[in-house]
């Protein structure tokens, strides 16, 4: 992975995108224990508003004979998936992100308060599952959470959320 991440750098370094942090399952492996997840998320904030922002991005990876397959590119052997921001919500968790280090590449992850927040507003079942594992498992700032779900009208969310899983038990 870290050969991955060093390229995905130099994505950033060419231009291809503004800024960028890692999402999803391998960004909830920063903050709980291992869980299975499939891909590596990069959510990127574009150079500029354009229909197509995946193409600086994939024009590169192919001149390094890297190879689009459905929503992934196989980088280094690892499935790599570009995901434009795409609300205020994920713009505001990528320029917050936390820097980070895998082995000797520095990296960015999205950090935990607003990792949780993008997986309320997705709420899809792995989501949810990895939500349990966080609120089991990760030293959550409920300040700053609290701060975000209310500005993004999580909130509510976020109580249901907690009724359904913990409340009840």
């Known amino acids: 992975m870290e050969k991955t991440l060093k390229l995905i750098k130099e994505l950033k370094e060419k231009k291809a995108f503004k ?64 995901i434009p921001v795409y609300n205020e919500l994920v713009k505001e968790a990528v320029q917050h992100s936390d820097e980070v280090k895998y082995g000797r590449i520095k990296t960015k992850v999205l950090g935990l308060e607003y990792l949780i927040a993008v997986m309320l507003q997705t709420y899809r079942p792995k989501e949810r599952e990895r939500l349990v594992k966080v609120f089991e498992e990760a030293k959550i700032d409920h300040t700053l959470l609290k701060k975000i779900l209310k500005k993004y009208g999580l909130y509510d969310k976020y109580n249901q959320f907690k009724e359904m899983y913990f409340d009840a038990k």
Request: net charge negative; aromatic share 16%; glycine share 8%.
């Open 19 to 82: 800024d960028f942090s890692i999402g999803g399952g391998i960004a909830a492996l920063y903050y709980i224990e291992p869980l299975l997840t499939y891909d590596l998320d990069i959510f990127f904030i574009p150079m500029q508003d354009s229909i197509d922002v995946l193409a600086p991005i994939y024009r590169y990876l192919k001149e390094k004979g890297f190879k689009a397959k459905k929503e992934h590119v196989l980088i280094e052997g690892v499935p790599v998936q570009f």
